[in-house]
């Protein structure tokens, strides 16, 4: 509804009862400090949505195995703030770290593997580098194509994006 205050309100209630019912390293604290930093990254204050998305990554690597799915949402979502605030470079860091255990957890042509694909391409896009963008938006396209019906928003979207690549090489 974009009521990003009151979202706030009702995510730091509930992680403040979180923090006194659970170990401090325990995962949903993780999700707790994730789902805040969402909420500021959707206001568009990325610096304080990454502080949240950092304690979030910082328990979820105590708290479970270090391929875990967890880790891969983490650290994506710290790209995403990266990629927001501009920082393609270390924006890319970080959509490896996922990209690679998300690799390996998924089959390779899952359609959240094609959306890493997608914003490693835009990530490379932004930082200039077209031919790096192309290869990782058409591997997005592919997979894309194969498992989502032919109207869907992300297949225009990423199809409009290999055209965008395209005239700036």
Do not use: C
Request: aromatic content about 12%; glycine content about 4%.
């Amino acid at each position: 509804m974009g009521d990003y205050s009151k979202a706030l309100e009702f995510y730091e209630k509930a992680h403040k009862i979180k923090e006194k019912a659970l170990p401090p390293n325990h995962p949903d604290l993780a999700q707790s400090y994730n789902n805040i930093g969402l909420v500021y990254h959707n206001m568009g204050d990325y610096s304080k949505a990454l502080e949240f998305y950092e304690k979030d990554l910082e328990i979820t690597k105590k708290a479970l195995p270090p391929n875990h799915p967890n880790s891969a949402t983490s650290y994506n979502n710290i790209a995403s703030a990266y990629d927001d605030m501009g920082d393609y470079s270390k924006a890319l860091e970080f959509y490896e770290k996922s990209h690679k255990i998300y690799e390996k957890a998924l089959p390779s042509n899952h359609p959240n593997l094609a959306t890493f694909y997608n914003n490693i391409g835009m990530a490379y896009s932004g930082k200039g580098d077209y031919s790096k963008a192309l290869s990782f938006l058409e591997k997005a396209l592919s997979i894309w194509q194969k498992s989502l019906p032919p109207n869907h928003p992300n297949i225009r979207k990423v199809t409009n994006s290999i055209d965008n690549v395209k005239k700036k090489m």
